[in-house]
């Protein structure tokens, strides 16, 4: 079964400040890798879609990238702003639809 | 777009009580997904559904789960009867394709069963 870890668990950083997120998984066959933020009370929004043939994908301030050999993913947040502050959960996906989520890291920028 | 529409948003009930949680997908998506979160296991996949046919319950945890979806905009997750370790946030979700489309999630419903 496919196992995804995320850490750190939690992370502070000063408003500005660039960071990185990462996210390893066991079974390298996956179909694609998802970053998802969810706010507190609220549900997960999708950010990145990684297909497993890509290295990375890129939106604004984001960038995943996918190293499916190492079994490893990492999320780049560039310029940090107090609106980051969410927690970030990856997600691999090993089949049609069979999604396997990591337990999150808790960001929190400060102003 | 309204997104993925669960309700109700939370739900205090009784051990032993039936619980019902709905959902409507987004208009267009042919697969829909219900997931619990707890803090103890994270995200959990119960079951999917493709074109309204269920694929994969294999994560349902006992009888006492079940779920429909009679037709394309409508869904429904039961349990009976319920149990306070049933305690947790249910989400659906819901993607239109075979698996390369990224999921849309609804804000979920906060399950109490005391």
């Known amino acids: 079964k496919q196992e995804v870890t995320q850490i750190p668990a939690a992370l502070s950083v000063p408003e500005g400040e660039n960071l990185v997120l990462n996210c390893s998984f066991t079974?390298?066959?996956?179909?694609?890798l998802q970053w998802f933020r969810q706010d507190p009370g609220k549900g997960l929004t999708s950010l990145l879609l990684?297909?497993?043939?890509?290295r990375e994908q890129t939106s604004g301030r984001l960038n995943a990238s996918l190293d499916k050999s190492s079994g490893r993913s990492t999320l780049y947040i560039a310029a940090s702003q107090p609106g980051d502050s969410a927690t970030y959960l990856c997600?691999?996906?090993?089949?049609?639809?069979?999604?396997?989520f990591g337990t999150g890291t808790r960001l929190t920028v400060i102003p | 777009d309204a997104g993925v529409i669960q309700s109700p948003r939370h739900e205090v009930t009784e051990m032993g009580q039936e619980v019902t949680l709905r959902c409507k997908p987004i208009?267009?998506?042919?697969?829909l997904f219900w997931y619990r979160q707890t803090m103890m296991r994270g995200l959990e996949l119960l079951i999917y559904?493709?074109?309204?046919?269920?694929?994969?319950d294999s994560g349902m945890p006992e009888d006492r789960f079940s779920a429909k979806m009679p037709n394309a905009s409508f869904s429904t997750l039961k349990i009976q009867p319920s149990e306070p370790r049933d305690s947790a946030v249910y989400f659906c979700?819901?993607?239109f394709g075979s698996g390369d489309s990224p999921l849309h999630f609804g804000n979920g419903t906060r399950l109490t069963v005391t």
């Open positions: 079974d390298s066959a996956i179909y694609n």
């Open positions: 990684i297909q497993s043939s890509q």
């Open positions: 979700a819901s993607s």
């Open positions: 997600a691999a996906q090993t089949g049609a639809n069979n999604l396997f």
């Open positions: 559904f493709n074109n309204n046919v269920p694929i994969d």
């Open positions: 208009s267009g998506h042919n697969s």
